[in-house]
C-alpha cells in the first residue's frame, strides 16, 4: 500500500511527500525502492536515484535487471 502512495506522489511531482512515506515505511522491499527510484529517474534527479540505489544495495535488497534499468533510467539524458 505504502508504494502505491510513493508512486502516486512521485507522478505527481512530489517527491518530498513520496520520501516522507517512505521514511516512515518500517520494512523496505524491493517494490518501495523501486517507486522512490522511478519517481527520481522520472523527474530527472540523478544524484537522488544512484544515493537510494546505494542505500537499497546496502539495505540488503537483491538488484535485478529490471532495477538497474529503472536505475540507470533518464540518468543519460
Known amino acids: 500500500m505504502s508504494s502505491h502512495l510513493i508512486d502516486l506522489y512521485a507522478k ?10 517512505f521514511n516512515k515505511i518500517p520494512v523496505r522491499n524491493a517494490v518501495s525502492w523501486i517507486a522512490m527510484l522511478k519517481g ?19 539495505d540488503g535488497i537483491e538488484i535485478d535487471s529490471v532495477t538497474f534499468v529503472c536505475a540507470l533510467f533518464r540518468l543519460g539524458e
Open 12 to 21: 505527481c511531482g512530489r517527491m518530498d511527500d513520496a520520501q516522507r512515506v
Open 40 to 58: 527520481y529517474a522520472m523527474h530527472e534527479q540523478g544524484k537522488e536515484v544512484l544515493a537510494h540505489f546505494k542505500w537499497m544495495c546496502e
